[in-house]
């Protein structure tokens, strides 16, 4: 454990100094043979966290946390944490706990509120390409601009067909069994969002080329109140964030490598992390749910204020966040980006 690790300014890791075995030497299939660094006990990593600069009061606690979430799991939290041993000032462990805790909840946070964004763009795709293309659209390239994106998206659509009709879901195998494909309706709740959001994404805009394809994509988007390229954009956004979150992944410091496009209002706010994303779904529920933001967003504060310690700067949380976002302030609200 405890690879010696660069980062940049804003504590984003950009190089480490472990070594690796080369993949094309032989002798590195070899059991044993490759330049890890070695095993350590829950008790030794207490101790190894320990020389690294973290003061830790419960070592039981400590040995509990790092059985039940590893290691580099938490080590990816402390980036943004000026640990040093030699600094002399011991940074509490519990802190990375916290951050750890927060980003558990911002994931669940964002987990259902993205559930309503997908659903309404499987009701939307469905209905407005079945209107303008037909039942069959999502079966024909020629409704879409790349084709060999299509075909990708047509392979994971397919996938997710079979594993269905394996699971024995009733509209899959009535479907099938009556029409040997699924009609878009039905096609659009066995897709997933990357799938979906992937097709939204590849659908020709351009009357003159497909003037139904075109038509279908300028509807979804008024649906949500932004242009087609905004609602492009957002949909493969969320995409990833809602993959983020099913796999558990950190969601704090990360860098966000598919950047949402932001109205123009907005654009001041842009950037690769995640303040972005807490910002499209705000707008997208001011237009669908409007009467549903206000309780969400008193949520994400109440996330926010029982983790007073965690820095939201990291995240690109500006100062003014809560206004930016409509959060409320509360008795033990702080402004916690610096």
């Known amino acids: 454990m405890g690879f010696v690790d660069k980062h940049d300014d804003k504590g984003r890791m950009t190089s480490n100094s472990s070594q690796h075995a080369s993949l094309s030497n ?7 043979s490759f330049l890890f660094k070695p095993f350590l006990t829950f ?4 101790e190894h966290l320990i020389e690294q600069g973290f003061s830790i009061d419960d070592r039981k606690s400590a040995v509990e946390a790092l059985s039940s979430l590893n290691y580099y799991r938490l080590r990816g939290y402390w980036m943004t944490l000026d640990v040093s041993a030699e600094a002399g000032d011991m940074i509490p462990f519990r802190m990375v706990l916290d951050i750890s805790m927060i980003d558990d909840a911002f994931r669940l946070w964002l987990w259902s509120s993205i559930a309503p964004i997908e659903l309404k763009l499987r009701s939307q795709f469905a209905y407005c390409l079945g209107e303008n293309c037909g039942p069959d659209a999502h079966l024909h390239a020629d409704n879409f601009r790349d084709e060999g994106a299509y075909r990708h998206s047509y392979s994971n ?9 394996k699971n024995g879901v009733p509209c899959v195998i009535h479907n099938l069994h009556r029409y040997g494909e699924l009609p878009i309706w039905s096609a659009v709740e066995v897709m997933s969002f990357g799938t979906l959001s992937s097709l939204y994404g590849n659908l020709i805009n351009d009357g003159n080329l497909n003037p139904g394809s075109s038509k279908a994509v300028g509807d979804i988007a008024r649906s949500f109140g932004v242009r087609p390229s905004i609602a492009k954009s957002w ?4 995409s990833m964030i809602r993959n983020i979150c099913g796999h558990h992944a950190r969601f704090y410091n990360r860098v966000m490598k598919i950047r949402p496009k932001m109205l123009r209002q907005d654009s001041q706010w842009a950037s690769d992390k995640e303040f972005p994303t807490f910002l499209v779904i705000k707008r997208l529920y001011e237009h669908s749910w409007p009467e549903r933001w206000a309780e969400m967003a008193s949520e994400l504060g109440r996330i926010v204020d029982r983790y007073p310690s965690v820095d939201l700067a990291p995240m690109g949380f500006p100062k003014t966040w809560r ?9 033990a609200g702080s402004e916690a980006a610096a």
């Open 26 to 32: 032989d002798e590195a299939n070899h059991a044993g």
């Open 43 to 46: 008790d030794d990593q207490v």
């Open 157 to 165: 659509y397919a996938r997710e067909c079979t594993r269905e009709k």
């Open 235 to 238: 949909m493969q956004h969320l």
């Open 323 to 331: 206004e930016v976002l409509g959060v409320p302030k509360t008795d």
